[in-house]
Structure formats: structure tokens, C-alpha cells
């Protein structure tokens, strides 16, 4: 039994209870959940249903809970059912209930974890959405592992979501690279507001190579502006598409200007009432919705501000028909928020249709040092330097096993030992060591997915395990709710750790010599079933599940 399904007999139950005390039904949730408790001994699952709604209903809740306890006590597959405190119910399921998710699991195989608690939802997801001027730096590679990771986790609970990457080949920095690019061209020092690092000199010789009047041309910075933009731009994809990261969309924002969007969107706007002109220039009265000052969408001179493109980009996201837009920021970009919010507002969106989120600080450290100097880019430590040094696995489990929102320092070291104390490591270790045992299964010929009887699950790691097992679609749901892909990894070193205890524990395999027996097949069961949850678990973060180690 799921503990959905258990949610869904709980419910059941206090529905038939308030009948029973002719209690108002309006008093009762749409549904209900059921938790773990932190007690093993306090059974399997607990509900609070009862203090949800005894006072809403203005009944006793040890009444209302011996009612509810009598009924469940009647559904298959429960045991009993104990009443602490108030109108705790602590439920405890018979081994054959518990011990089937083993099997369900098994049957569902890469489907399992999947729910529908995002179902109708149309996310567009924005992340990384570097301009192409320089290589994708740690604050970048971050947001590329974790807005994937959180792309998928969305859909696996059901949404329909839109991977975006949105860039500019125009503008002042795109002058400094064209401006960087030519310097070193012609030989000449990196002007000071340039772009240094070896990338440049690469780039700058390429576009030579493959333009090779490139300085005796009328404009010779326009030429190293294209071609060098073009090339930037290539190897940024290329290098995310090594990661692993792959985007549904590369928006370009000159296809806003050349379609119009802009004075749409300041159309739109003014049809709302929100614009007003002051001192030759046309402004956003962004105040209104909580900013800290208004914003200019059209200078005096005519020309359009990167604000401007920023509304014209909203209102055209939300004309594609996404329903919800998440944007992913770095570190550096907390004083973009209150003015998107007042575009969102503006345009008389809900409150939550779009969210932001801020991504904090990536640190390199080797012997405990921090590693500041990218053999490419000069100053930074880029996605690849970052690769190079742990791999791709361990960056991107790493970048996504904590929350966005706290700084992290990678420590060389640490993310490249072959050791349990390598968070990545030890769980992608759990996952070989049971396809180890899963092929010597095969090896004496016996079948994991013969039939087996659910109820010889009963031993105490067996059970920790099934309910650890059972949680996965709910630890997904959550994840996709709360934008917290990291609860994925978390999860799933919480998995890995419940399968060595029990695989300590319980033996699998027959000795030498020895027919496999009831309990050692049903033990399989449970071993293929946990193999599933792990490549499942790592596949939501972009991460291989290894055969061998």
C-alpha cells in the first residue's frame, strides 16, 4: 500500500466517521496526507486528520479518533491502528500491504516517482541566460544543473514545462568583447574595460582563420562582433550540451525588437493606464506596484532601455501561453526583483505568476584554498575548469544538493574520493553494488521478477526500506512545489543509506551450494525495486547510475 492510497483510506475513514456523529462534512479537507513518524516504533504511517478537523467540526478528537481508528482497522492491509495524544493515529500496515510497493515499483520501472500534483500547470523555466561573451562561469554551471534538475522534477510531477535561454548579442558588453576580440587581433593589450583570458586570444585567431581580411575590412569591429559572437555562442552550447543541459529555446532578444514586441508591450501598458511621460522620455510607473522607483522604457533620444526588452520579453512569454514563469538569477541580480514583479503586476498578473530565484556564490576549493584563476578565462572559474576537476557526475550532483540559496564551496578533494563520505559517490556506489547482486542473481539463475510473497518482507531493515522506497513520488511532488531540487539528492543518499542497512542485514543470496529461498526471492524483489528508485532518483538530477565501480 502507497501511502497515497493510505492517505486516501484515512479521508475515507473520517469521512464515514462524521457520518457516523453527524458531524458537518464541510469540516473535512478535499485531502489528506500521511507522514513517517520519526518513531519507528510508533508504527508505519501517522495521520493528524483528526486535529485538522475535530474543532472545525466542534466534536472530541479522541472521540472522532477511536471512530476513524475502528474503520481503518477494517480496510485490507492495515494492522492496527494506536491513538496518541489528542487524536494522533499512528497506522501500522500488515508485511504483504507494505512489502507490495517492491513489486509496484518494479512494474513501473523509469514511471515511478511520477504524480500529477503540477498537472495543468505551463511553466516556462529561464535559466542560465549568460550573454555570449565569455565561457559559463560557477554561478552559471550552477543554475545549468540545477534549473535542469528542476525542469525534470517539474514534469515528473506533471507539468508542462518550457527550458529557456535568453541572451543579447547587442549592447555594451557585446561592444567590450568585439572591442577585446580586435585588440588582441591586431596584436594590442586588452583595452581596460575588456575581456582578457586565453579564450579571447583563441576566438580572436579563429575569426581570423576563417575571415582572413577580417582587419582590412570597412569595420573590422563589426566583423569580430558577429563572428565572435557566433563562435562564443556556439562553444556555450556546446559546452552546456556536454553537461548534460539542453534548453527547449535560445532567445535572442534583437527577435523582440525586430518583431515590435517592444512597442507592444508599451501599448499594452498604456492601454492599462500604468505609463506616463516625463522630461522627453517614457516611463513605467513601477512604483505602483511596490518598486522603488519608476523606470524608463523609452530614453529622450528615442532609443529603448534593457528594460523596455524586459517587458516586451514578459508579455511575450506569457502570449506563448505559459500560466507560470520562473526565472533564475545569480547572486548579483537581487535588485531585479522588485522591478520584475512590477512588470508581472503591471500587465495585471496574479501575485506568483512569475517567481524568482536567486542563486548564491560558487566556490572552487583544492587543500582547503580557494581556486580563483581559470586556465581559459583569466578570472573565473568556469564550467569546464569545474568539470575538468571533479567530472560531470560530481558537479552537477554537487550544484543540486543544496539549496539555491546558500552558498557552496566545492571541495576538489572531497567530490573526486572513492569513499562514502563522497556524497555522490555513495549513492551512485549503492546502485552498482545492487546491479552486482542483481547480476550474480542471474548468474545462478534465479529471476528477480519471479513471483514472491510480500508479507516474508517483515524484517525491520526490510520495512525501513519499503517505506523509504514508498516515499519517492512525494520527495519528487515536493521537490517540484518548493523549487528544491536538492531534496531529490538528499533523498536519495537517505535511500542508499537504508539499502547498505539492510543489505547488511538481510542476506540475498543463497550461499554456495544453496537453493535461493522464499524470503531470499521476495529479498530480490526489494533489491530491484531500490535499483529502480536510486537510476530513477540520479536520472532526475542529470547524473548517470553506474553498472560498475
Not at 42 to 69: E, F
Not at 154 to 174: H, L, P, W
Not at 396 to 420: E, M
Request: some cysteine; hydrophobic content about 40%.
Amino acid at each position: 500500500m502507497t501511502p497515497e492510497t493510505l492517505a486516501e483510506k484515512v479521508l475515507s475513514a473520517t469521512r464515514a466517521a462524521f457520518a457516523e456523529l453527524g458531524l458537518d462534512a464541510a469540516a473535512l479537507p478535499a485531502e489528506t496526507t500521511v507522514e513517517r513518524p520519526r518513531n519507528p516504533e510508533h508504527g508505519d504511517y501517522a495521520s493528524t486528520i483528526v486535529l485538522q478537523v475535530a474543532k472545525k467540526a466542534g466534536t472530541d478528537p479522541r472521540a472522532l479518533a477511536q471512530r476513524i481508528a475502528s474503520g481503518l482497522t477494517e480496510v485490507d492491509g492495515v494492522a492496527k491502528v494506536d491513538i496518541a495524544g489528542p487524536g494522533f493515529l499512528n497506522i501500522t500496515l500488515d508485511a504483504a500491504a507494505a512489502g507490495e510497493i517492491a513489486g509496484r515499483i518494479v512494474a513501473a520501472g523509469t514511471a515511478y516517482g511520477y504524480n500529477e500534483s503540477m498537472k495543468g500547470a505551463h511553466v516556462n523555466l529561464e535559466f542560465v541566460s549568460a550573454n555570449p561573451t565569455g565561457p559559463v562561469h560557477a554561478g552559471g554551471t550552477r543554475w545549468a544543473a540545477v534549473g535542469d534538475a528542476l525542469a525534470r522534477v517539474m514534469r515528473s510531477s506533471g507539468a508542462k514545462v518550457g527550458s529557456e535561454y535568453y541572451f543579447n548579442d547587442a549592447g555594451a558588453q557585446i561592444d567590450r568583447f568585439a572591442n577585446s576580440l580586435l585588440a588582441r587581433a591586431k596584436g594590442e593589450p586588452t583595452p581596460e574595460d575588456g575581456y582578457g583570458g586565453a579564450y579571447v586570444d583563441e576566438i580572436a585567431a579563429e575569426v581570423l582563420r576563417r575571415h582572413p581580411g577580417a582587419l582590412d575590412a570597412a569595420d573590422p569591429r563589426e566583423v569580430f562582433r558577429t563572428a565572435g559572437v557566433e563562435l562564443m555562442f556556439a562553444e556555450i552550447k556546446a559546452t552546456l550540451a556536454d553537461f548534460g543541459t539542453h534548453f527547449d529555446v535560445y532567445f535572442n532578444e534583437k527577435e523582440l525588437h525586430d518583431r515590435g514586441k517592444l512597442d507592444d508591450a508599451v501599448e499594452r501598458l498604456s492601454e492599462l493606464g500604468h505609463i506616463f511621460e516625463a522630461d522627453g522620455a517614457v516611463w513605467l510607473r513601477t512604483t505602483a506596484f511596490g518598486d522603488d522607483k519608476d523606470r524608463v522604457l523609452k530614453k529622450s533620444d528615442g532609443s529603448w532601455t534593457y528594460f523596455a526588452a524586459d517587458c516586451a520579453y514578459y508579455l511575450d512569454k506569457r502570449e506563448r501561453g505559459f500560466d507560470k514563469l520562473v526565472l533564475m538569477l545569480g547572486a548579483d541580480h537581487h535588485g531585479y526583483v522588485g522591478r520584475m514583479q512590477a512588470i508581472s503586476q503591471a500587465f495585471g498578473d496574479e501575485p506568483g505568476t512569475l517567481e524568482i530565484l536567486i542563486g548564491q556564490m560558487v566556490n572552487l576549493l583544492r587543500d582547503g584554498r580557494p581556486v580563483r584563476m581559470s586556465k581559459r578565462a583569466g578570472t573565473v572559474v568556469t564550467l569546464n575548469d569545474i568539470v575538468e576537476a571533479i567530472g560531470v557526475d560530481a558537479t552537477r550532483y554537487a550544484l543540486t544538493r543544496y539549496s539555491a540559496d546558500s552558498s557552496i564551496d566545492l571541495d576538489i578533494d572531497l567530490w573526486t574520493k572513492h569513499g562514502n563520505d563522497n556524497p555522490v559517490y555513495y549513492v551512485q556506489y549503492a546502485h552498482a553494488r545492487i546491479a552486482g547482486v542483481l547480476r550474480n542473481a542471474g548468474d545462478l539463475g534465479v529471476d528477480s521478477g519471479d513471483a514472491y510473497d510480500a508479507s516474508l518482507l517483515s524484517h525491520p531493515k526490510e520495512k525501513e526500506l519499503l517505506k523509504a522506497l514508498a516515499e519517492f513520488p512525494a520527495v519528487i511532488a515536493s521537490a517540484a512545489e518548493l523549487r528544491e531540487p536538492h531534496r531529490i539528492a538528499r533523498y536519495a543518499e537517505d535511500l542508499a543509506g537504508a539499502y547498505h542497512r539492510f543489505y547488511t542485514d538481510c542476506r540475498v543470496l543463497p550461499y554456495p551450494g544453496e537453493s535461493i529461498s522464499e524470503t531470499g526471492r521476495a529479498r530480490l524483489w526489494l533489491v530491484s525495486a531500490t535499483r529502480v528508485v536510486l537510476a530513477n532518483a540520479l536520472g532526475l538530477l542529470g547524473v548517470s547510475a553506474p553498472e560498475r565501480m
